[in-house]
């Protein structure tokens, strides 16, 4: 992998908290969201393993170096209940929240 590779859609760090923020409270205790980054010294993508916390260095799971971190992604965890998603949690998302989502 290269170095510094960029990753598209990766958000300035003020801009991704306060995307997560909003998916989080729309999400009512049912979204979580899974902060991830990318290694400027080997280029691997990497995760945070504990869900809605970000740091401000993440240690390479590849390469064992530091990164600062001043961008950022995340992937949406939802831990559906019972009643389905709230519509407009889902309509935010561009789901149909009378079809669901696969619950395979």
Known sequence: MSKNRETPGDLPLSELVEKADEVIKM???FAKVYFEW??????????????????????????????????GGYTLVLDMPAGGVPREFATMLGIDPNEGIGRG
């Not at 280029?43 to 504990?50: A, D, K, N």
């Not at 240690?59 to 064992?64: A, L």
């Open 27 to 29: 999400g009512r205790g």
């Open 38 to 71: 990318t290694c400027v010294h080997c280029g691997s993508r990497q995760t945070f393993p504990e869900a809605n916390a970000l740091w401000m260095w993440g240690i390479c799971e590849e390469c064992g170096e530091t990164t600062s971190i001043t961008k």
